[in-house]
């Protein structure tokens, strides 16, 4: 992530959206939880709670925009599960099987 800003990871800002899930405000809470829980998994998000009232305070919206993310360890640890998980996914799909897990 490091130089990853909030709305860099927010569907259809700008970029195109084959799989939408979360809807905007969505997104917003997702990545509040994931940056103000008591674990985060993602640091460096200056602003919140994700709320209209923060949309129209313009220098907390700006703040947020701002923000600089990363993940923490925790954060890394549960991409890495992922990224396991997704190639164990792809290889049987492929007619491949792992054995032993």
Known sequence: MGDTHPFDIF???G??????VFG???????LDGLAHGRAPAVSGLEEGPFTLEMHDDRSRLQRYKASELQL???G???LAR??????TTRSTAGGRHRTGQ
């Open 11 to 13: 569907p259809g800002d």
């Open 15 to 20: 970029k195109p959206n084959r799989r939408r």
């Open 24 to 30: 905007y405000w969505e997104v917003g809470a997702l």
């Open 72 to 74: 923490t360890a925790l």
């Open 76 to 78: 890394e640890a549960i």
């Open 82 to 87: 992922i990224r396991i998980s997704a190639d």
